[in-house]
């Protein structure tokens, strides 16, 4: 029996909760005005069923529905073209989503990725012959626009579009390298422009250089050099037609070779990547000899034997030469090429960059750090905000933790990948008599040979430093001068590495109450770091500790979060501890946890809040959201309520998952155990790990998002995705 069009969408509300639209018969889009607004489009089962017109086909609204899209306008040309990026749209096809209207086109589906902006793009290549059409090779889609569903009636053809490949009980995730393509589109259009077989060809202009006898030499040695053997020879991998740099962490193949004579990067860590192509002395000048240039031409001459070779006299804009072989290097703004910033922890912590964690001692800084280890190694997912992170090595210098009875269990417990994380031991050198000999690692003197590590390694995604104190040689920490002289360094060597640099500090016993002037030593620690954030006891709970911004000089404040450690026997007789992050996020701020303890007038406040609380959930669970608008009717404020509700022990359990599940809160039931070990699932188990997901208390859907997901709804053999006859 043919489904009627409201059956198939109510279906696709309760299946998928999608937000739909109408489509009236002849058209590929809605008529009616504010569709893609709240309140424009369907998101209730009953009321599709009731109101659904029967000859209107069914759109998705990609944006509330969480979903983006591939649309492939012309196969031919789309699918060497992402081939040589990495897209196999054949592999793809087999396990992705498909929907067919026309038989010469085709959309893959996917779930957009959480917190993730994805804004529509399309590749259009110039017509073949004058006066025909421009050719659009592929979109992708995403944001404030729809996707016609089965069984809509094609108005072109006049049959229904059909799944090729129905989805399963959730859409999958967008594959990494479409979304590398999307996030740098800017910069990927002009390589995929310039593979038009019968337009012009991507021919950027490489960086200017001075004149002189210079370019005799440049160019000689391009002509004796095969840019290919360069790339090759710094470690740059061949993946078909395409390469691999050897600082990548994605794997992705984001080098393109044009002509066999320049070559063009989009790895964000590579030092090649930039907005225009290099030729073979520019490989030699960045790899060989940092960018500088004199350098580059002195060896270039010497190995060609070309005497008398000598560098220009001219001084270019941005150099200005003292006389004593020291320049001062400045660039016009409008040559710097902008970017966005690359998160490890989205709204937390940068990659490139270094952020500071600071707290008393005893109180779970490390354990933190352990957690965001795991996460990283693991490319799993953030607590509370479930985004996913990109996976990546760790590299922990720890002074105070022993490596085999502490770190390496602790990591253990949380299901880190032990093959991704390394512990820096100390530095072997040479003494004045050529004997081998062992000593501490310090900041002042081997940044360098620190940077080359982490460029040996190659995919370095997170570098713990604990404490930073305990690694600055003899620089004076309460000096402000010469801390911020250490950590200048520091800093570029995360640019170059694209890493993100965590140290940890701890607090001084008295400072006041600001936050940030109770970190031990100079406030030049604070201050050089883009992130600061304190690890702190919850006044109201001794066992809860609170993980609170002091300061985020690049995203806006989104809150603290808090946590538990919790103790965790791995057998052997190794017992450990993890953290374990709560499901909610918090609201007081670093600077109200310094404070000394409130009045009795704000004790007050929290007892009746906590009768209030009690009472109201006396009868059962309730949706936060819900409890905040009571709050607010009755005058409590919420940070008082949240305050309330650790007193109570009150849970949080989460209902549904994504950005779509709700939070509830209910009473604690009296015969619940208030010690819980971590999730047994995500042990290592010493050959490979999963990916790791925060273990968050009370919440449901972490299991759910590791492909457990059953989200009450049928399976979807019990919607007849063949039934495809027209309205």
């Known amino acids: 029996m043919t489904a009627s069009s409201g059956a198939w969408a109510a279906r696709y509300i309760e299946k998928y909760r999608l937000a739909l639209v109408q489509i009236p018969l002849g058209h590929k889009a809605p008529l009616h005005q504010g569709w893609n607004k709240p309140g424009g489009y369907i998101t209730d089962a009953d009321e599709a069923i009731r109101d659904w017109p029967a000859t209107h086909g069914i759109g998705a609204v990609l944006a509330p529905s969480g979903l983006c899209s591939l649309d492939i306008d012309s196969p031919e040309h789309a699918e060497p073209v992402l081939a040589a990026l990495g897209v196999d749209l054949q592999a793809l096809r087999v396990v992705t989503p498909t929907i067919q209207g026309n038989p010469a086109r085709y959309r893959l589906m996917f779930q957009a990725p959480p917190d993730v902006t994805l ?6 290549w110039p017509p073949k012959q004058e006066g025909e059409k421009p050719i659009t090779l592929f979109e992708l889609r995403a944001g404030d626009v729809q996707d016609i569903l089965p069984p809509t009636v094609h108005p072109e053809t006049g049959n229904p579009y059909v799944w090729l490949v129905p989805p399963n009980s959730e859409f999958p995730l967008l594959p990494e390298t479409v979304l590398e393509l999307w996030q740098h589109w800017d910069s990927y259009r002009k390589e995929l422009e310039s593979m038009c077989p019968w337009g012009r060809g991507f021919r950027p202009e490489t960086a200017p250089r001075d004149n002189g006898a210079w370019p005799n030499v440049i160019a000689a040695f391009n002509d004796a050099h095969q840019i290919e053997g360069l790339i090759e020879s710094h470690g740059y991998k061949r993946r078909g037609n395409r390469w691999v740099a050897p600082t990548s962490t994605s794997e992705l193949a984001g080098v393109v070779v044009l002509d066999g004579v320049r070559v063009y990067s989009h790895h964000a860590s590579d030092p090649l990547a930039g907005d225009h192509s290099h030729d073979a002395f520019d490989v030699f000048r960045i790899l060989d000899h940092n960018g500088d240039t004199k350098a580059a031409v002195k ?38 090429v902008a970017k966005p910033i690359r998160w490890l922890w989205p709204g937390k912590i940068a990659r490139g960059k270094v952020s500071m964690l600071a707290g008393h001692p005893g109180l779970g800084k490390s354990q933190v750090t352990v957690s965001m280890a795991a996460v990283v190694s693991t490319g799993g997912l953030w607590p509370v905000s479930s985004d996913q992170c990109e996976r990546g090595s760790v590299i922990i210098l720890s002074a105070e933790d022993d490596p085999a009875d502490t770190i390496r269990p602790r990591l253990e417990a949380v299901g880190a990948d032990l093959n991704r ?15 081998l000999v062992t000593r501490s690692f310090n900041l002042a003197v081997d940044i360098e040979r620190f940077g080359g590590l982490a460029k040996q390694m190659g995919d370095v995604a997170l570098i713990v430093i604990d404490p930073i104190t305990a690694y600055l040689g003899g620089v ?5 001068a010469d801390v911020r002289g250490l950590l200048a360094p520091l800093a570029s060597m995360a640019a170059e590495r694209n ?18 002037l109770r970190v031990m030593g100079s406030l030049g620690f604070v ?49 450990t501890s993890c953290v374990e992050w709560d499901s909610e996020p918090v609201t007081m701020t670093a600077d109200e946890l310094m404070r000394p303890e409130g009045d009795p007038e704000e004790r007050s406040a929290l007892n009746d809040a906590m009768d209030w609380l009690r009472a109201l959930l006396c009868s059962g669970e309730l949706d936060s959201k819900q409890i905040r608008a009571d709050a607010r009717q009755s005058g409590i404020s919420w940070r008082t309520v949240e305050r309330a509700k650790g007193c109570l022990g009150i849970k949080s359990v989460k209902e549904g998952f994504g950005k779509t599940g709700a939070w509830s809160w209910r009473l604690p039931s009296l015969s619940s155990s208030t010690l819980r070990s971590p999730n047994p699932d995500t042990r290592f188990d010493g050959l490979s790990a999963t990916p790791y997901v925060a273990r968050v208390s009370g919440d449901r859907s972490a299991k759910d998002r590791q492909g457990n997901c059953t989200d009450g709804l049928s399976d979807v053999n019990d919607f007849n995705f063949d039934d495809a006859e027209a309205f």
């Open 299 to 336: 060896a270039a001459a010497e190995a060609l034997g070309i005497p008398g070779a000598s560098v220009s006299n001219q001084n270019p804009i941005g150099k200005q030469a003292d006389g004593q072989g020291a320049e001062i290097v400045c660039r016009r703004v409008a040559d710097i």
């Open 421 to 435: 994380v390394h512990t820096l031991d100390a530095v072997r050198e040479p003494n004045k008599n050529g004997v």
């Open 527 to 575: 201050a050089a770091a883009r992130a600061a954030y304190l690890v702190g006891k919850d006044p109201e709970d001794d066992k809860r500790r609170l993980f609170l911004p002091m300061k985020n000089n690049l995203a806006d404040d989104t809150g603290g979060l808090a946590f538990w450690v919790r103790g965790h026997d791995l057998g052997n007789g190794i017992w």
């Open 119 to 124: 804004s529509r793009k399309t590749l259009v």
């Open 476 to 480: 004076d920490s309460h000096k402000n």
């Open 499 to 516: 890493a993100a640099i965590v140290c940890v500090s701890h607090l001084t016993k008295s400072g006041g109450n600001e936050a940030m």
